[in-house]
Nanobody
């Protein structure tokens, strides 16, 4: 069973930055897609990024493009989400998830396409 865990959340003021990390262990499939999601109470989980780890391909949702960046460290099996110029609407619980699915270019931002999830890390942006 794979183990996914996020870290790096916290509180920041508007315009500030945070970097989230996602580590995965115990993954045995050859394909590995990893995604970042966020959710606020009462709303659906929103896909932010989708990454195909074997070839270092990263795709961002239009809602965060230009402010968020995704990168990875293959040596440590860690996926990073760099969030800059944060806004109050970026507040929420951020989740990392993994999938061995087959997806087209651009990946997938649908939560149901991911099978293994971390517990989440809270991000709060205050004005």
């Amino acid at each position: 069973q794979a183990h996914v865990k996020e870290s790096g959340g916290g509180s920041v003021q508007v315009g500030g930055s945070l970097r989230l990390s996602c580590s995965i262990s115990g993954w045995t499939a050859r394909r590995l897609w990893m995604g970042w999601f966020r959710q606020v109470p009462g709303k659906e989980r929103e896909g932010i990024s989708s990454s195909y780890i074997p070839d270092n391909s990263h795709y961002l949702a239009s809602s965060v493009k230009g402010r968020f960046t995704v990168s990875q460290s293959r040596a440590d099996d860690i996926l990073y989400l760099q969030m800059d110029n944060l806004k109050p609407d970026d507040s929420g619980m951020y989740f990392c998830a993994a999938s061995a699915g087959i997806f087209a270019y651009g990946g997938t931002f649908r939560p149901q396409d991911y099978t293994d999830w971390g517990p989440g890390t809270q991000v709060t942006v205050s004005s």
